[in-house]
């Protein structure tokens, strides 16, 4: 079975710094996708980057960049010049096509970030 | 076009009562998953529908827990006999398709169901 962990679970970051969020997981798949979510206090889950298995490049949304490294099932998230409202928890996510035709989250613990001013 | 519609968003109960979770999904989306969210922990997947069929059920507990997705009308979650270990937000997810460039799911706002 696939588990995503990301092992911090609060972190802090001074406003207009950069702060990367790790990410590992576990799969015997080739083929998949990974998420990063952003939940805020109002809890609406927001997506913030995609990441196709299949693609070497890393995705970047912006301020938003990845480091995939497939070999270590490492997905971890850069948030360059973090703003007040990036403060939420962020959620790495795992998909994949199972057998029953169903692609299903599979989301880690989260992260609780806090962006200082 | 309109996001995904949950409602309500905060529903109380009492042990041993019903409890009806409604989910519309993005115009044009016919897939509806359901997951829960216990405090402090991520998203767990519970079901996955499509119109009038269920694909997918694999994370429902075995007992007291149920879900439709009518030709017609929203997606429903019944908790029946609710217990205080239910209270958690239930999020519901609605996705174009289910290949391709369309996995992608869009999340709705949730329902925070509180048993009392």
């Known amino acids: 079975a696939q588990t995503v962990t990301q092992s911090q679970p609060e972190m802090s970051v001074q406003e207009a710094e950069t702060v990367t969020l790790s990410c590992t997981y576990d799969t015997s798949e080739n083929n998949y996708y990974l998420f990063w979510y952003k939940q805020p206090p109002s809890r609406q889950m927001i997506l913030v980057i995609r990441?196709?298995?299949?693609?070497?490049q890393n995705a970047t949304e912006n301020r938003f960049s990845v480091n995939f490294q497939k070999a270590a099932k490492s997905f971890s998230l850069k948030i360059s010049d973090s703003q007040l409202g990036d403060t939420a928890m962020y959620f790495c996510?795992?998909?994949?096509?199972?057998?029953?035709?169903?692609?299903?989250?599979?989301f880690g613990t989260g992260t609780r970030l806090k962006v200082l001013a | 076009n309109a996001g995904v519609m949950q409602n309500p968003r905060h529903l109380v109960r009492r042990r041993g009562q019903e409890a009806r979770l409604r989910c519309s999904p993005m115009k044009g989306h016919s897939h509806v998953y359901w997951y829960r969210q216990l405090p402090e922990e991520g998203l767990k997947f519970m079901v996955y529908?499509?119109?009038?069929?269920?694909?997918?059920e694999s994370g429902m507990p075995k007992e007291r827990f149920s879900a439709e997705f009518p030709k017609e009308g929203p997606s429903i979650l019944r908790i029946q006999q609710v217990v205080r270990g239910d209270s958690a937000a239930y999020f519901c997810?609605?996705?174009?398709?289910?290949?391709?460039?369309?996995?992608?799911?869009?999340f709705g706002p949730g329902t925070r169901l509180t048993v009392t």
């Open positions: 529908l499509q119109k009038e069929n269920i694909i997918d």
């Open positions: 990441q196709e298995a299949y693609k070497q």
């Open positions: 996510a795992f998909m994949k096509h199972e057998t029953s035709g169903t692609y299903k989250y599979i």
């Open positions: 997810a609605s996705s174009l398709r289910t290949s391709g460039i369309s996995y992608e799911q869009y």
